[in-house]
């Protein structure tokens, strides 16, 4: 099991920057992807950005050259987030995902609690 504790969420206004990270503990040595998603008041949730094994990240569009995403160590992942709009109003979550090879390939998703980003205008 893994378990994703979030900090780092608050109220800012628009074009102002928040940081938020992301601790995991428990069986932390095989997971191999962590990163951030949100999701807004009655939207589905959605990808914000992730950082898969090798350091390889992955950004939404809206938020490309605005959002870096950084895993400094096997346990951390933060999210920069600069030049904040309104839209980003979210509730954003760590996620991270753990790979099991035996007896056969089996990813395991895990969540956490989730930390309220509100921008206003």
């Known amino acids: 099991q893994v378990q994703l504790v979030e900090s780092g969420g608050g109220l800012v206004q628009a074009g102002g920057s928040l940081r938020l990270s992301c601790v995991a503990s428990?069986?932390?040595?095989?997971?191999?992807?962590m990163g951030w998603y949100r999701q807004a008041s009655g939207k589905q949730r959605e990808l914000v950005a992730v950082?898969?094994?090798?350091?390889?990240t992955n950004y939404a569009d809206p938020v490309k050259g605005r959002f870096t995403v950084s895993r400094d160590n096997p346990n951390t992942v933060n999210l920069q987030m600069n030049s904040l709009e309104p839209e980003d109003t979210a509730v954003y979550y760590c996620?991270?995902?753990?790979?099991?090879?035996?007896?056969?390939?089996?990813?395991?998703?895990?969540w956490g609690q989730g930390t309220q980003v509100t921008v206003s205008k």
């Open positions: 950082v898969g094994e090798g350091g390889s």
């Open positions: 428990g069986n932390i040595f095989t997971i191999n992807t």
């Open positions: 996620y991270a995902r753990r790979t099991l090879f035996w007896p056969h390939r089996k990813d395991n998703d895990y």
